[in-house]
């Protein structure tokens, strides 16, 4: 008989899932009389573009295996996209798909080969797996703000996120240039998650990490995570990639080729072309524009107050009479759900965010039922 005997459970290695705890919340918020607004998630619910669902179809006769490191076309698509939108050269070489931008932040600590004694520094407000990730490997998970108690144990990653998740925020190109200049001096890697890049909001343009102004020209020690889930509404497809350094990228592509890590030749196709067409990601973004004013001036109406959130698909909003869980339930009796900002790091326990993801009908509701939070 098999037996678990001196192994720890995932509940020990691994803290609960946050949405989980959200449950009774969208419970709640379900039995309102126009349902739920559901608005905890950043999921795309539009329609995947025509031209990329016909990429998907004619490669669908895809029999044999694909290949890891991505198909030729996507690899040039993917370098066209930067450069044409970001002003980053990067070499087709250089870059990796893979099934999804989550996968990769949950194992990239793994794939570098970090573990036990290894310190990776992620942002203080941060997406949880960035800390998943570096427990999965076995190494020491230390946020920004706690760097000054780290003493002489060596840094070997460093993640940045801009545009961030949960709060919006964007750094500038100087704020960054710091980043990989410190991380050079102690011979760390910087991976950037860069998945909302494209989604500046009010004439604010993020930089990539790999972007001149940022890097000197050199992408040494520098990886870069895109994903077409928000551009592209591509969540379904599990489409994303990685670049920068060359010869992390090849470091990389050798663990997840005895790995089988590999993106399907029929969404590899669809990546294609996506990255190849700027014009259905402008009328997605467009989308996202009318959908964010409407509920951003329905919260401030309401009492809450946004920070940040100058790019990305999520306000971060807080109201000066509660804390996070206080407005979560507040929201959950009218219907809408969102997201506690202490999911994210102890920091974000006065906020919320709340994702501009849904249909426009369940965004006017949720502009509806805020209304009754006005002052009169």
């Not at 698509?77 to 002003?87: N, P, Q, T, V, Y």
């Not at 989550?102 to 942002?123: I, N, Q, S």
């Not at 998970?141 to 919006?168: M, Q």
């Not at 804390?323 to 969102?338: C, Y």
Request: aromatic share 6%.
């Amino acid at each position: 008989m098999a037996t678990t005997a001196g192994r720890r459970p995932v509940t020990d290695r691994l803290p609960t899932f946050p949405w989980d705890r959200l449950t009774p919340h969208k419970e709640a918020a379900a039995r309102h009389p126009d349902g739920l607004v559901d608005l905890s998630v950043g999921t795309p619910v539009d329609p995947v573009p025509e031209r990329l669902r016909a990429a998907l179809a004619a490669a669908a006769d895809s029999p044999g295996y694909p290949a890891t490191y991505g198909t030729p076309e996507l690899r040039a698509a993917a370098a066209g996209w930067l450069e044409r939108r970001h002003g980053v050269l990067a070499e087709p070489g250089a870059v990796l798909p893979s099934i999804g931008s989550k996968e990769l932040v949950a194992w990239l600590p793994t794939l570098l080969g970090l573990g036990p004694g290894d310190v990776v520094v992620h942002p203080e407000l941060a997406y949880p797996t960035y800390d998943i990730g570096v427990r999965l490997a076995g190494a020491t998970p230390v946020p920004a703000d706690g760097l000054s108690a780290l003493g002489p144990r060596r840094v070997r990653l460093v993640w940045i996120n801009s545009p961030a998740n949960p709060t919006g925020r964007v750094l500038p190109a100087a704020h960054l240039r710091k980043v990989v200049e410190w991380a050079r001096e102690r011979g760390a890697i910087v991976a950037s998650d860069e998945c909302y890049l494209d989604l500046g909001w009010d004439g604010v343009q993020p930089v990539s990490v790999l972007h001149p102004d940022v890097c000197g020209g050199s992408h040494e020690g520098l990886l870069a995570l895109h994903s077409l889930s928000k551009r592209s509404n591509l969540a379904g497809y599990r489409a994303a990639f990685v670049t920068g350094d060359p010869a992390l990228v090849r470091e990389l592509l050798a663990v997840r080729k005895h790995a089988g890590m590999i993106v399907p030749a029929p969404v590899q196709a669809a990546m294609t072309a996506a990255l190849s067409d700027d014009g259905h990601a402008e009328e997605q973004k467009e989308r996202y524009r009318r959908r964010r004013e409407l509920l951003r001036g329905a919260l401030e109406r309401a009492g809450w107050q946004i920070t940040h959130s100058e790019a990305g698909l999520y306000l971060w909003a807080a109201h000066p009479e509660h804390d996070a869980w206080d407005s979560v339930a507040q929201l959950a009796d009218l219907g809408i759900l969102v997201a506690p900002g202490d999911f994210y790091g102890a920091g974000g326990g006065g906020h919320v965010r709340v994702a501009f993801t849904a249909t426009d009908e369940r965004v006017a509701a949720a502009v509806k039922r805020l209304a009754a939070l006005e002052a009169p």
